[in-house]
């Protein structure tokens, strides 16, 4: 047990997913996992453990922004034994051919702040993926289907943004999507030898305004889970 995490040793797998909302751990967890069980729920932050085709999982809740979900990849590194973790999330697409619903696999995360760049002091440290995750994601994609793309995203500290001027170079250099997790968690993977990956449904569009509406969001969603769980286990 450690202090934003409730579980038992043991309890949590090696292979952790972690979106952001508490409770689309649940949904993946009943919707994915047999015989999953909760083993976390401090402070509303929900985790599960159950089997995805023999292989045992973890769907752990890590909140919003780089500083929540640093806590709970540390600890879930740290204390747990987690080997893998993948980001399952929603994102904003920034490029005109990235098209809301489409699933964005994160080779890299820019980011401007970070809870871990004072480590860095002068150097622009760049977070990148796991590879042999993300080939193995990019083809679970192609066997499922899914409309995918392989690039860099961008990892924000702030939601409500006024930076019209930072939107415009990242879609400039090529930015496929802004999410506020994945630069933090590609960081603490590399500093812990431990293997990370995002992967991301497109909600919105900050180019057309284009929203996902939520009852259509979960046939999509349920895509970016099963890859990420056919990606852990290949």
Not at 72 to 101: D, P
Request: aromatic share 6%; proline share 3%; charged share 20%.
């Amino acid at each position: 047990m450690t202090v934003h995490i409730g579980a038992a040793p043991g309890d949590i797998a090696e292979t952790v997913l972690m979106p952001g909302d508490p409770y689309r751990a649940r949904w993946a967890a009943e919707t994915f996992l047999q015989d999953a069980k909760l083993i976390n729920e401090v402070r509303g932050m929900l985790g599960f453990t159950g089997t995805y085709k023999g292989n045992r999982v973890t769907i752990q809740g890590s909140g919003m922004g780089m500083p929540s979900l640093s806590i709970y990849a540390n600890e879930l590194i740290s204390e747990y034994g987690a080997q893998t973790l993948i980001r399952i999330g929603s994102c904003g697409g920034m490029q005109s051919h990235v098209a809301v619903r489409d699933v964005i696999i994160a080779m890299s995360a820019t980011t401007i702040t970070s809870p871990s760049s004072g480590i860095f002091k002068e150097i622009n440290y760049a977070p990148t993926a796991n590879y042999d995750l993300l080939a193995a994601a990019v083809t679970a994609a192609k066997a499922k289907g899914t409309r995918t793309h392989v690039g860099g995203i961008y990892s924000s500290d702030v939601f409500y943004a006024e930076r019209p001027d930072l939107d415009e170079q990242m879609t400039r250099h090529g930015i496929l999507g802004v999410e506020m997790e994945a630069a933090e968690l590609y960081t603490l993977a590399a500093r812990h030898g431990r293997r990370a990956l995002a992967i991301l449904t497109v909600s919105d569009h900050l180019q057309t305004g284009e929203a996902l509406p939520s009852e259509d969001r979960e046939k999509t969603f349920g895509d970016m889970v099963e890859i990420a769980l056919e990606a852990a286990f290949t």
